[in-house]
């Protein structure tokens, strides 16, 4: 299982930024997709969560109306669109892939910075 995150970076206060997830060495078009931040001296928090067909999305308070989730089952990509972000958005933005079944399996990737900053 392999998880690759990319698209982040600085941002300056109501700005945009997108964020992909290229996953491989599972069956990704069955599998739950969640990214979930870590922001400096705070714990790890759900962002946003897709079913494994889309048709089901969960998104933290903090982030609804701004951030949007998308999967592509054909291409082994979940994305995260961050609109309007702010400085509270600042973290270490993780992708993690959650199996099917009773006894789910959460996978991770290494995590991809944004920073939002005038």
């Known amino acids: 299982v392999q998880l690759v995150e990319s698209g982040g970076g600085l941002v300056q206060p109501g700005g945009s930024l997108t964020l992909s997830c290229a996953a491989s060495?599972?069956?990704?078009?069955?599998?739950?997709m969640s990214w979930y931040r870590q922001a400096p001296g705070k714990e790890r928090e759900l962002v946003a969560s897709?079913?494994?067909?889309?048709?089901?999305?969960n998104f933290a308070e903090s982030v609804k109306g701004r951030f949007a989730i998308s999967r592509d089952n054909a291409k082994n990509t979940v994305m995260l669109q961050m609109t309007n972000v702010k400085p509270e958005d600042t973290a270490v933005y993780y992708c993690?892939?959650?199996?099917?079944?009773?006894?789910?399996?959460?996978?991770w990737g290494q995590g991809t910075q944004v920073s939002v900053s005038s």
């Open positions: 993690k892939a959650s199996s099917p079944g009773i006894w789910s399996s959460d996978y």
């Open positions: 060495g599972f069956t990704f078009s069955r599998y739950r």
């Open positions: 897709i079913n494994s067909a889309g048709s089901s999305i």
